[in-house]
């Protein structure tokens, strides 16, 4: 048996992969990079079983963000043509989460732009995530930074996840963003934590990391303690700084989640944004790689996949909705 299966074996009965063995899967060349799929796959089986959950997000407050994440199409420093419009109000975002009922989908997260919100924004969110829970909805939402007393506040709304990335390894963030650094995402995480509210945490790849920053943002991630990780492969948008970088290959693409399996083995890992326009015909790997969800439906800028499409793989792959 190879090498990687043995170590995913470990994995999946809670032995971390040591210093010398993530370097090992680090240095595997991407053309062998399904050399690591039996493994990662068992990792997957072992913590989710069959089980793939399915989220979905509504932009609920769009464009003029005053950060410049060097990827974001909403930034108000890259001039990019995008939708912009104040964050909705509490009935509209309750009804398009209603509106999920009975369609097999897990979790709504409700996402806005901007470095985070004001207190009174924070109460319409509020508003909606009760009318949300009286109608059964489960409810995430991604609001940006936030003090401590907003996530103690909307755990007390009911809310039962927060959605905050940590973009990419602390290494590279200053690249990447130069107008909030890593310290203030982190600190994000940990209020929600201590809220006592389910985190979602995660990251866009392809931004210019390398394996060994995909690594260390899994680490950063483990610290934390996060509930589920979201990956995001970059779409290089035109008018962003990032819009000429080269793609991903596919394999590249399942070697990542495969890191990020590899070092948080009991962790939701839920691919999103970007998953089919890097992946392409490897796309349906994602979870042999060690993907235990999907976003489906459209992203904040860009169209996704329709949630028919995305239940038929699902099944398609001997596995089913959670
Ligand atoms: S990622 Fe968020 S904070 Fe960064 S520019 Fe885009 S909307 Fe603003």
Do not use: W
Request: hydrophobic share 35%; net charge neutral; glycine share 10%.
């Amino acid at each position: 048996m190879n090498y990687f299966y043995e170590l995913a074996k470990r994995a999946a009965s809670g032995h971390s992969p040591d210093k010398k063995e993530i370097e090992r899967i680090l240095c595997l060349p991407y053309t062998e990079t399904i050399s690591l799929l039996p493994g990662t796959d068992l990792i997957r089986q072992t913590y989710f079983g069959r089980k793939v959950s399915l989220c979905t997000i509504t932009n609920a407050k769009s464009g003029k963000c005053s950060e410049d994440c060097s990827f974001c199409a909403q930034s108000a420093h890259h001039g990019c043509v995008v939708d912009e419009y104040p964050l909705k109000k509490a009935g509209e975002l309750a009804e398009t989460g209603k509106a999920l009922r009975g369609s097999g989908i897990n979790r709504f997260s409700m996402v806005t732009s901007g470095k985070g919100l004001s207190s009174h924004e924070i109460q319409t969110v509020g508003r909606a995530v009760r009318d949300l829970n009286a109608s059964g909805i489960r409810t995430c939402a991604s609001l940006g930074v936030l003090k401590s007393v907003d996530l103690d506040y909307l755990k007390q709304s009911g809310l039962e996840r927060y959605h905050h990335n940590l973009e990419t390894a602390p290494s590279l963030f200053p690249r990447i963003c130069t107008t909030h650094d890593f310290a203030q995402r982190v600190d994000t995480v940990a209020y929600a934590r201590r809220a006592g509210l389910s985190v979602c945490s995660g990251g866009v790849f392809g931004i210019g990391e390398t394996d060994a920053q995909v690594a260390e943002l899994a680490m950063v991630l483990k610290d934390l303690d996060v509930d589920a990780v979201p990956v995001n492969f970059l779409i290089p948008i035109p008018g962003t700084p990032l819009e000429n970088v080269p793609g991903l290959t596919p394999l590249r693409c399942l070697k990542i989640i495969s890191i990020l399996r590899f070092l948080l083995p009991d962790k939701e890992i839920i691919v999103c944004g970007g998953r089919m326009q890097n992946l392409r015909d490897l796309h349906p790997l994602i979870f042999m790689a060690g993907a235990s969800g999907i976003m489906t439906g459209n992203y904040l800028t860009r169209e996704g996949r329709s949630l028919e499409e995305d239940l038929r793989l699902i099944r398609d792959m001997g596995l089913e909705p959670a």
